[in-house]
């Protein structure tokens, strides 16, 4: 008998959740059974499935999950590492978010929207601020301020790359990211006059 290995089993779920999620995105939450399931799985049967969720509503949350995770480690990979690199990501990482994750965001948000996962949807995003709040500070480091003097304009501008992903509201980002990098440029002003006259006093 093959022994069990939890990495190989850790493995094998996360490429099942993200066959899973490809499942959903192509023929949509109602149209897709446990069979095309298996199918995007490369799985003969339903108890091979099984083996990983003990059902399609676990298929559906984790797999809605394991996506989310992986768009908030995409704001993280591509986080500015100066004051000089920030303009550039303020514009240019929303139309990226939406031209390759757009439609994954549409589907996150009809699961999360629909009172059958309301809960599970509650339960992860409730989650968010601390993992955010982990994110801000390395921004914060990168960008020579404090932590509470960026959070609220990093909130915002987490709400704002969401909000097109889901819409593509050129006008509401353009206003939104002007604002937020303006907002951005008194922080730096500011911050930078309070350590001058910590070293002057």
Not at 27 to 44: A, R, V
Not at 58 to 64: H, L, N
Not at 85 to 109: A, S
Request: with cysteine; hydrophobic share 35%.
């Amino acid at each position: 008998m093959k022994k069990f290995d939890p990495a190989v089993y850790k493995k094998r779920k996360c490429e099942c959740l993200d066959k899973c999620f490809q499942a959903f995105m192509d023929n949509g939450l109602e149209n897709t059974g446990l069979q095309l399931l298996c199918k995007y799985c490369g799985f003969k049967t339903n108890q091979a499935l099984y083996h990983y969720f003990e059902s399609k509503d676990m298929i559906i949350t984790e797999s809605v999950q394991y996506a989310m995770i992986k768009f908030e480690r995409e704001f993280m990979k591509k986080a500015p590492r100066s004051r000089a690199d920030l303009k550039n990501y303020l514009e240019k990482f929303p139309r990226w978010m939406q031209k390759n994750y757009g439609e994954h965001m549409r589907f996150v948000y009809q699961v999360y929207t629909s009172p059958k996962y309301k809960k599970q949807g509650y339960d992860f995003f409730s989650g968010i601020p601390k993992r955010y709040d982990t994110f801000i500070h390395h921004i914060a480091k990168n960008l020579d301020v404090s932590f509470e003097s960026i959070q609220a304009l990093y909130y915002l501008y987490i709400t704002s790359t969401l909000q097109f992903a889901l819409f593509k509201d050129e006008v509401y980002l353009d206003v939104e990211v002007n604002a937020i990098y303006n907002m951005c440029l008194e922080v730096f002003e500011a911050e930078d006059r309070k350590k001058l006259n910590s070293i002057n006093t």
